[in-house]
């Protein structure tokens, strides 16, 4: 059986309606599979977690009385989500900016047209193929108040016998050069990408015209990159306010909850205090983050799309 | 002139690309020397051996983990082919009622962060009994939304006159699909199945929750499980099993740097 | 195989697309859809081919109908704008693949290969990728893969649309010798009326959805049937004037004046009835010189002289009218002012109705097309 409809035609173009498949009988099955794994793992928990957020549940998880907006009251009246959240802020914005800047650092070392810069793209890019959980372990050997390179370094530089994982400053800034480092080598490989995709007859073009390489950078560099830079940084936020396993290994949220961020402290509520209600109403907080911050890279995405 | 310039360029990589690889490097050179020596601060020590490698294949589970994590991963990964192709066929190449709407629906699962589905989805595995098994471990990720997307912008670059001439010699849907749209689309089906892999090779927050025993324990999880064992202070054996666990990953990228540098910039989220 | 067209119809949504396609193209035949984009000449094609369905109408194979028979089961071949070559097989594997349906025996595939391969002298290339090769090998390699099947019908649509001039030329003459070899029925898609006119046996000239005129080559040039096809076919682009015929006087005003400033006149043939029309001439009918030689002649200033070598387009102008003298000589380049002479022969002089643009034949015109025919 010949499908008519499947011929790709002009948008605008509707198949004869006598020659098109009831929908039950075609795309439907090429959809079901991804459909049922959402439906039960993702839209079916979503709606879960609303609805858990609204109850105030017992120790097994079931919902046991019905809050309304109660947990979001008790979460946003706790000084301590309020500290998670605060310290995620902070560390989302050193992260993001942190990751980015080094990534141009890097991309921008690494497109000139020198010998052996495949080696050092290589390099740069390696630590995207470094999990979180082991570049953690690296990190925390590092961090380490009696082996680790950091503290012996710091040592000599005389600032003592410093536990940096113990100390409340040193523990956030332990995460944030850790999470920088784990993030610059995705950030790094799109840049490059990016980069090279600049076509060369700019560049000749400014030259001619007498454009200084500072000028041309501005002007020409930038802007072209810009999409892929845009996309980076809502990425980058995206996966900062998640942020889990590093925190998980290296701090275990402390010292004193400092480096407790959100999606650590759902998980804590959850799973260590077994108080599904209030983190329900935490992780729909970090939902609604989330969304709005992909929502922008959406919205941005598109006209990307049509505009190139 | 331009040569000073160019050694400058090339001491800055070097600081550069050092100052980058220190932590990678730092673990290499110490899961090789004896612990007693690192403890002692001396790094360098030139006790080299693969000595801390044999003790950690010999005392820990990690090889057990490996392999966990190699069959949690790849089944993932030809789930996600699997399932997501299909989808991102329909969305390519098909009409249909409410697909506009139905593609919506997908997308839409992107701007929701996992971290608020855990709770609900522990609950649901637990009931299908699940938990601490390779189905409860796969399962759930068989499909996702970034791979649907993903693969339907490569499939709307393949031109229309291909499916007009596979009508035309008589290709089914299938062999359309296979025969193809999907060779043609190959450097973003490598991307997306390498990208796949590695996501879940490094999956860590739901194997911690679902996982309770070394048998289906996967690397990540299994790194923690180590490390917190309050006997296990043997540093050089720490860092071995990390280095062995982050190894196939660091391998795939270098092999595979190519095609993500192109395919990633594609649009979409990270994982 | 012969093809029949009755009563084509293709709607998109609202938007029409085909408007009542009645055609038969004979077996063995070069038959060419010509027209302007939009016109539909790609849908017809494809509607042909099974790759859409028709709003209405039928299509018959021979006398077999076939409106609603799968692609596969019409037994063609087609060769598209950009090829669609399969980027990831070698040459030869395209066109095995193209064999898929036909259920060969390997040596049989292997012959048919080789074979397609020499009539396009591919022979050398047969273990490329598409894309290690020039557009114009590319080109061959789809025309190889649509004569490998030996499909008793063979649609083309603009295949040559991608290739350079030059290319181009090569490749027509390629095409029409391929067909006289092979004789199988050829329908081929085209914007370019210098490809058509040059290629086909007979033409099918589309606009605006529906059919122009079919006709061959010099039957489009000689007698258009209405303005769009008179001003389509021909290179340079038939001249249009806005004419007055007194039959009385058997005059045609012209909308220019003579050397003394009064409205230009002609002398009209027979058997065209009074009133406004649309006149066209062909640029090779006008006559330019440079002394006046006949009361009927008509003042010039030269705009413009684009020489040719062995011949000269000349673009001329009188009272804000423009049109274009193409003459078999040199002309020269510095020329202000000329003069020039409109035919008198009917076959000369085209007229067609300003409403609707159909051609108003005179008496002596319809003897000549009578004769023309036969």
New interface residues.
């Given amino acids: 059986m010949v499908s008519h409809n499947e011929t790709a035609v002009p948008a605008t173009a509707t198949p004869t309606p006598a020659k098109r498949h009831p929908w039950w009988r075609s795309a439907f099955w090429f959809l079901l599979p991804s459909l049922v794994i959402m439906t039960v793992f993702t839209y079916y928990p979503m709606v879960m977690t609303v609805f858990n957020s609204l109850f105030a549940t017992n120790l097994t998880g079931a919902a046991a009385k019905f809050v309304g907006f109660g947990n979001y009251v008790t979460i946003f009246s706790d000084p301590l989500f309020f500290k998670s959240l605060t310290n995620t802020f902070i560390f989302v914005a050193c992260d993001s900016v942190g990751v980015i800047l080094l990534a141009l650092l890097l991309a921008r070392l690494a497109t000139a047209r020198i010998r052996g810069a495949g080696f050092f793209r290589t390099a740069f890019a390696s630590t995207m193929g470094v999990s979180a959980a082991a570049a953690s372990i690296l990190w925390i050997f590092l961090f380490n108040p009696s082996v680790g390179l950091i503290s012996i370094g710091l040592k000599q530089l005389g600032f003592g016998n410093v536990n940096i994982l113990t100390d409340p400053t040193g523990a956030m800034i332990a995460v944030i050069l850790s999470s920088i480092w784990m993030g610059s080598g995705f950030a790094f490989l799109n840049l490059l990408g990016a980069l090279q995709s600049v076509p060369q007859d700019y560049y000749d073009v400014a030259s001619l015209a007498g454009w200084s390489s500072w000028r041309q950078t501005w002007k020409i560099t930038i802007p072209m990159v810009s999409p892929t830079l845009f996309f980076l940084i809502v990425v980058e936020v995206i996966g900062a306010f998640k942020t889990f396993t590093q925190i998980d290994l290296i701090t275990g949220g402390g010292p004193d909850n400092t480096t407790n961020f959100i999606a650590y402290k759902v998980y804590q509520d959850a799973f260590n205090y077994r108080n599904i209600g209030i983190a329900s109403a935490e992780a729909i907080v970090l939902t609604v983050i989330i969304a709005v911050a992909t929502w922008i890279q959406f919205r941005y995405t598109e006209r990307k799309v049509y505009y190139q | 002139m331009k040569y000073a310039k160019?050694t400058i360029?090339?001491v800055?990589?070097i600081l550069?690309?050092l100052l980058?690889?220190a932590?990678?490097l730092?673990?290499i050179w110490?899961s090789l020397l004896p612990t007693t020596d690192?403890?002692a601060?001396h790094?360098n020590s030139l006790n080299i051996s693969l000595n801390n490698y044999v003790a950690a294949i010999q005392t820990t589970p990690v090889v057990l983990y490996m392999w966990n994590s190699l069959v949690i991963s790849s089944l993932i990964m030809v789930g996600q082919l699997?399932?997501?192709t299909?989808?991102a066929?329909?969305f390519a190449?098909?009409?249909?009622?409410?697909?506009n709407g139905?593609f919506f629906?997908?997308?839409i699962?992107?701007?929701?962060?996992?971290?608020?589905?855990?709770?609900?989805?522990?609950?649901?595995v637990r009931a299908l009994g699940w938990l601490d098994s390779y189905p409860g471990l796969t399962?759930?990720?068989?499909?996702s939304?970034f791979g649907?997307f993903m693969l339907r912008q490569a499939f709307l670059q393949v031109?229309?006159?291909?499916?007009?001439?596979s009508?035309?010699?008589?290709?089914g849907?299938l062999q359309f699909l296979t025969r193809?749209v999907l060779?043609?689309t190959?450097s973003t089906i490598i991307t997306f199945v390498l990208y796949t892999f590695?996501t879940h090779?490094?999956a860590?927050?739901w194997p911690?929750?679902t996982t309770f025993s070394d048998a289906h324990r996967p690397?990540?999880?299994g790194?923690?499980q180590l490390?917190s064992e309050d006997t296990f202070n043997n540093?050089g054996v720490?860092?071995a099993t990390?280095?062995m666990?982050?190894l196939p990953?660091?391998?795939?990228?270098?092999i595979g740097?190519r095609y993500?540098?192109?395919g990633?910039?594609a649009?979409g989220?990270?994982g | 195989m012969a093809i029949q067209l009755t009563h084509l119809t293709k709607h998109f949504g609202d938007t029409p697309v085909l408007d009542d396609i009645t055609a038969t193209i004979n077996e063995g035949e070069f038959y060419v859809l010509v027209g302007p984009s939009g016109s539909g000449k790609s849908t017809i094609l494809r509607i042909i081919a099974g790759l859409i369905p028709a709003t209405s109408g039928d299509i018959y194979f021979d006398d077999k109908k076939v409106t609603d028979a799968a692609p596969k089961d019409r037994h063609l071949a087609m060769v598209f704008q950009n090829y669609a070559l399969l980027p990831f097989m070698s040459v030869a594997e395209n066109i095995r693949f193209g064999l898929h349906n036909l259920h060969l025996s390997t040596a049989d595939e292997d012959a048919r290969v080789a074979d397609a391969l020499q009539m396009v002298h591919l022979s050398d290339l047969a273990d490329r990728k598409p894309k290690e090769l020039s557009g114009g090998q590319q080109q061959r390699v789809a025309v190889a893969r649509a004569i490998a099947t030996q499909a008793n019908l063979v649609l083309m649509d603009e295949p040559l649309s991608n290739l350079d001039a030059q290319l181009r030329t090569e490749m027509r003459e390629e095409l029409v010798e391929l067909h006289k070899a092979l004789k199988m029925t050829l329908i081929y898609v085209t914007h370019d009326q210098t490809e058509a006119m040059t290629m086909g046996e007979r033409i099918m000239v589309l606009n605006d959805h529906r059919i122009q005129q079919v006709g061959t080559p010099l039957e489009l040039y000689n007698h258009p049937q209405n303005a769009f096809v008179a001003t389509f076919i021909g290179s340079p682009k038939m001249n249009m004037f806005t004419v007055t015929v007194d039959a009385a006087a058997k005059t045609i005003t012209l909308p220019m004046v003579d050397e003394d400033g009064r409205p230009a006149l002609i002398p009209l043939p027979a058997g065209i009835p009074s009133g406004t029309y649309q006149l066209g001439v062909r640029p090779e009918k006008v006559r330019l010189s440079l002394a006046s030689a006949s009361e009927y002649d008509v003042p010039v200033t030269v705009v413009n002289v684009a020489s040719l070598g062995r011949a000269s387009n000349v673009a001329v102008k009188n009272s804000d009218v423009e049109f274009i003298a193409d003459i078999a000589e040199q002309f020269p380049e510095d020329a202000a002012k000329a003069f020039v002479t409109f035919p008198t022969a009917a076959a000369d002089l085209h007229f067609f109705a300003p409403d609707t643009g159909l051609a108003v034949t005179s008496a002596a015109e319809k003897a000549g097309v009578t004769d023309g025919i036969a």
């Fill in positions: 160019r360029h090339y800055l990589l550069i690309a980058v690889m932590p990678l730092l673990g110490a690192i403890v601060g790094f699997i399932f997501c299909l989808a066929y329909a190449f098909l009409q249909f009622r409410f697909k139905i629906a997908f997308l699962t992107m701007m929701l962060p996992f971290e608020a589905q855990i709770i609900p989805n522990f609950q649901t399962i759930p990720f068989f499909t939304a649907v031109p229309r006159e291909l499916k007009e001439y009508d035309l010699i008589g290709l849907r193809i060779p043609y190959r590695l090779w490094n860590y927050l911690l929750i690397t990540q999880v790194l923690k490390q540093w720490i860092m990390a280095i666990v982050l990953t660091l391998l795939i990228l270098i740097q993500f540098r192109k990633l910039n649009g989220v990270k």
